[in-house]
């Protein structure tokens, strides 16, 4: 009785490190799934990133969300399931680093980008200049300054150049810097400022004028891990990508900045 009870026990033995042995397999070859959380002004650039970043590494998939940096900023402090933030403003992405939600050893100033002022195409209002808006323009699309970036800085530098007390009235605010690129590029409104980025892709608007530098605060766009990844090693091999030659040269192409050269 007492060899057959030891019998069992050797088997039971076998068949739990059989199951340890395939469980590690199965880890070790798992298909995993990431999300990046991601400013809208990045979705053509990081889409093309994406195809790359997975012919090198098939077992990892992206899959992004993209919207204004505010409105994604307040989505993880409500929980939303993310691994990487790449914002395109720097106090969005602060203000999660100081509720410790994102992981100081595994975050970097990534790229930059300038804001144009884009008029459509067809337009005939002969608009200029930043100064002209006030006596050309009737409508005037710019994201909404508290949550997207773009609208930021938009209102910053109308300000310190004297312009936005006078073209106040006009705007047009949208939830993100492409509903600006598209009010302008369907016509429903005169203008729009747009990242730079944002109107390299476009083929149905012009750039009239770059915003001078000092006029407002550097754009510069920060990527981090979230600290509740529930895929670390997973992140960090694309949190690294990001700053591979490789990638750094397709965001160079789409007109962004290297900030770490």
Request: aromatic share 8%.
């Amino acid at each position: 009785m007492k060899k057959f009870s030891f019998l069992i026990l050797v088997f039971i033995i076998i068949l739990c490190s059989i199951g340890c042995s395939s469980t590690g397999q199965v880890a070790e070859d798992r298909n995993i799934e990431i999300t990046v959380s991601a400013a809208a002004s990045l979705t053509d650039v990081l889409n093309e990133i994406k195809t790359s970043f997975e012919k090198d590494y098939p077992n990892i998939h992206v899959t992004y969300n993209f919207g204004s940096s505010g409105t994604l900023q307040q989505q993880i402090v409500q929980g939303a399931p993310a691994d990487l933030f790449f914002s395109a403003a720097e106090d969005k992405f602060d203000n999660l680093v100081k509720e410790d939600l994102i992981d100081k050893e595994n975050m970097v100033d990534l790229v930059g980008n300038k804001i144009v002022l884009v008029t459509p195409k067809e337009s005939n209002k002969n608009i200029k200049s930043f100064q002209d808006l006030k006596d050309k323009a009737k409508k005037i699309s710019i994201g909404t300054p508290e949550t997207v970036p773009a609208g930021k800085y938009a209102k910053e530098m109308l300000d310190n150049v004297g312009e936005w007390e006078m073209v106040e009235d006009k705007m047009i605010f949208a939830k993100d810097v492409r509903q600006v690129l598209t009010y302008v590029e369907t016509g429903n409104v005169d203008a729009g400022i747009v990242y730079n980025t944002d109107a390299l892709i476009s083929t149905k608007v012009d750039v009239i004028e770059t915003a001078e530098e000092g006029t407002h605060t550097p754009i510069i766009y920060p990527l981090g891990i979230l600290k509740e990844s529930e895929y670390q090693q997973e992140a960090e091999v694309f949190f690294n990508y990001m700053q591979s030659e490789k990638a750094l040269t397709i965001l160079e192409e789409y007109g962004f900045s290297n900030l770490i050269k």
